[in-house]
């Protein structure tokens, strides 16, 4: 069975812009979830999404926001870009709550 | 308002077992204990979880406390592989929002 997979895996943005991370779950779960890890503030939640609907939410700004489509892929958006924004995004996908969370590779994002 | 506590780290020698504590006083009854592990940077991976008996796969096994107020994961032969830093994580009600903490960085030396 294929890996949770991110694209892209390295991005650079400038201040200002916005950006889009893609999530594939593992075939058939419902659930992901992403993650900001950053070397000061450690792995942070930020969102969960199951079936399409958001059902959890980290102490972020509204500058994150994310959606989950019918087939349970998920994208995460960040607008406006901040320096401090520069961290590795993890997704992860779950069959369910109180299962596993499996995670992806993440995505790099680093913002100039 | 932490939900775990860890040592920041550990070494452990090649080919003994590593004992790595988690403190989590906290926790509510039907709270489920994971345990993952991160090499790198790149994505954590999953190891072991459990509610209130002790469990064991392939990876490690995962000792809790009658009062469930801690537990121990156990890597029984350690590898130079398994350096890596290790969260035990309490998952927060409700939805699937795990919490990490700081987690243990553990050094497996040959």
């Known amino acids: 069975k294929a890996g949770v997979t991110q694209t892209p895996r390295y991005l650079i943005k400038t201040r200002g812009q916005q950006v889009t991370l893609s999530c594939s779950p593992i075939?058939?779960?419902?659930?992901v979830s992403w993650y900001q890890q950053t070397p000061g503030q450690g792995l942070q939640f930020l969102f969960e999404?199951?079936?399409?609907?958001?059902?959890n939410k980290g102490n972020f700004p509204g500058r994150f926001s994310g959606r989950q489509f019918s087939n349970s892929r998920s994208e995460m958006n960040v607008s406006t870009l901040e320096l401090g924004d520069s961290a590795l995004y993890l997704c992860?996908?779950?069959?369910?709550?109180?299962?596993?969370?499996?995670f992806g590779p993440g995505t790099r994002l680093t913002v100039t | 308002d932490a939900k775990t506590t860890q040592p920041p780290s550990m070494d452990c020698a090649e080919g003994r077992a590593a004992n790595l504590p988690c403190n989590h006083s906290?926790?509510?009854?039907?709270?489920?204990v994971y345990w993952y592990r991160q090499i790198h940077s790149q994505g954590p991976q999953y190891i072991i979880h459990?509610?209130?008996n002790n469990e064991t796969n392939e990876m490690a096994s995962l000792i809790i406390t009658e009062d469930r107020k801690s537990s121990t994961l156990i890597l029984p032969h350690a590898t130079l592989r398994d350096t890596a830093v290790y969260y035990c994580?309490?998952?927060?009600?409700?939805?699937?929002?795990?919490?990490f903490g700081t987690g243990t960085s553990l050094t497996v030396i040959p």
């Open positions: 459990g509610l209130k």
């Open positions: 992860a996908s779950s069959a369910g709550v109180r299962y596993e969370q499996y």
């Open positions: 999404y199951f079936s399409e609907t958001q059902r």
């Open positions: 075939s058939g779960h419902r659930s």
């Open positions: 994580i309490v998952r927060v009600e409700p939805g699937n929002q795990f919490y």
């Open positions: 906290t926790i509510s009854g039907n709270e489920y």
